[in-house]
C-alpha cells in the first residue's frame, strides 16, 4: 500500500471516529434531556432506563476519545465541534415518550450503521483493537435498537 493511501485513510479513521465520538456526545445531551422530561404511564421505566443509557453515552464517548488518542489521533472536545461532525442531531422536538424512543432507535440503527464503516476502515488499517472496539459499540448499538421497539411494539 503507498503511503499517500495510507495516509487518506488514517485521515479517514479519524474522522470517521470523531463522527462516531460526536453522534455519542450529542446522543449524551439529548438522553438527558428525554431523562428530565419523559412524562405518562412508563415515566419510572423509562427516567431509569434513559439515565442508564446517558451513563453508557457518556462511557462510550470517552472509550472513543482514548482510543483516537493511543492511535494518535485528535478527539473532537468541543460542542461546537460535535454539533458539526456528528451524523446525528438533537432538535429537540420529541414530546411524548414514543417520540423520544423513536429518536433514540433511529439514532442508534444510525450510529451502528456508521460502527460498521469504521469497522471496515479500521480493518484496513491493520489496527484490531479499533475495529474492534467498533463491533462492540455496533452491537450494542444493535441490542438498543431491538429493546427499544420492543418498548414501542415493533
Known amino acids: 500500500m503507498n503511503t499517500q493511501h495510507t495516509k487518506k485513510?488514517?485521515?479517514?479513521?479519524?474522522?470517521?471516529?470523531?463522527?462516531?465520538?460526536?453522534?455519542?456526545?450529542?446522543?449524551?445531551?439529548?438522553?438527558?434531556?428525554?431523562?428530565?422530561?419523559?412524562?405518562?404511564?412508563?415515566?419510572?421505566?423509562?427516567?431509569e432506563k434513559f439515565e442508564e443509557l446517558y451513563n453508557q453515552a457518556a462511557e462510550t464517548a470517552d472509550t472513543i476519545a482514548e482510543r483516537l488518542l493511543a492511535i494518535g489521533g485528535q478527539p473532537a472536545a468541543t460542542l461546537n465541534s460535535y454539533l458539526k461532525q456528528a451524523s446525528i442531531s438533537d432538535e429537540g422536538s420529541e414530546k411524548t415518550a414514543s417520540e423520544m424512543v423513536q429518536t433514540l432507535i433511529n439514532d442508534y440503527k444510525q450510529i451502528s450503521s456508521e460502527s460498521k464503516f469504521v469497522i471496515g476502515i479500521a480493518e484496513e488499517q491493520n489496527d484490531p483493537s479499533t475495529a474492534d472496539l467498533f463491533v462492540g459499540l455496533a452491537e450494542e448499538a444493535d441490542k438498543h435498537v431491538w429493546m427499544l421497539s420492543a418498548y414501542l411494539g415493533e
Not at 479517514?12 to 428525554?34: A, D, G, P
Open 9 to 47: 485513510n488514517e485521515s479517514l479513521v479519524e474522522n470517521s471516529m470523531n463522527t462516531q465520538l460526536s453522534n455519542w456526545f450529542i446522543l449524551y445531551s439529548k438522553l438527558h434531556r428525554f431523562h428530565w422530561y419523559v412524562k405518562g404511564p412508563h415515566f419510572f421505566t423509562l427516567h
